[in-house]
């Protein structure tokens, strides 16, 4: 009986992680996937944390004349010009958010913005290991707007990880395992535990 119930046990085992294996692979896929943006005004949300979001943000606002900006993440106290220069070229076209202190406070952030804009459709920029996150949470809270995909992807950060030492690989699986975390907080949004 004890060697049936190990073998089980082992092919449990066994399954889950090549379960896992599929499930990282698919990930590692998705953060090189290259998203195209059409040429139409859209009204963008930068979340902050990473190498060159803002400046994505920045240069996309820049070309379209109709659109506005949410840099959602802000610290405490921080004022637009201490984030770019030529604050007073943008000031009427950036908001900046500074509830959020997580990628799930930015879809909840961005949503009030997004209402008290009437926004139907936005550009969301992050860097590229943390948009299937983004992209999950933001679609939980707001199904019914239509949200581009913006990848950043720094040179520092691409050669980072593209290199295959275990302190990259352990960056990309806590990603993956926050990924998969965030999977439960899209459901408690949809359920209405998290408001």
């Known amino acids: 009986m004890k060697l049936i119930l190990k073998g089980k046990v082992f092919y449990i085992v066994i ?10 692979l698919k990930f590692l896929l998705e953060i090189n996937k ?20 803002i400046k994505a943000g920045i240069e996309l606002i820049s070309v379209m004349k109709n659109s506005r900006l949410l840099i959602s993440g802000v610290g ?5 010009s201490d984030i770019i220069d030529n604050s007073e070229k943008f000031v009427h ?18 949503k009030k913005w997004v209402q ?3 926004i139907k459709k936005i550009i969301l920029i992050t860097n590229n290991w943390h948009l299937p996150r983004s992209r999950l949470l933001f679609k939980s809270v707001m199904p019914e707007v ?6 950043v992807v720094s040179d520092k950060e691409y050669k980072k990880l593209n290199k295959f030492f275990p302190k990259n690989m352990f ?10 975390v965030s999977h439960f907080q899209a459901l408690m949004l949809r359920i209405g535990i998290i408001d």
């Open 146 to 151: 239509k949200i581009m995909l913006y990848p």
């Open 76 to 80: 405490s106290g921080v004022k637009l």
């Open 15 to 24: 399954f889950v992680l090549v379960m896992y294996t599929l499930l990282f």
């Open 93 to 110: 076209k950036i908001d900046l958010g500074y509830s959020a202190s997580s990628t799930i406070g930015n879809a909840l952030e961005a």
């Open 34 to 53: 290259q998203y195209e943006l059409k040429n139409e005004d859209s009204d963008i949300v930068v979340l902050t944390g990473g190498v060159g979001r």
């Open 171 to 180: 960056f990309l699986i806590h990603e993956h395992f926050k990924y998969i």
């Open 116 to 118: 008290n804009h009437d």
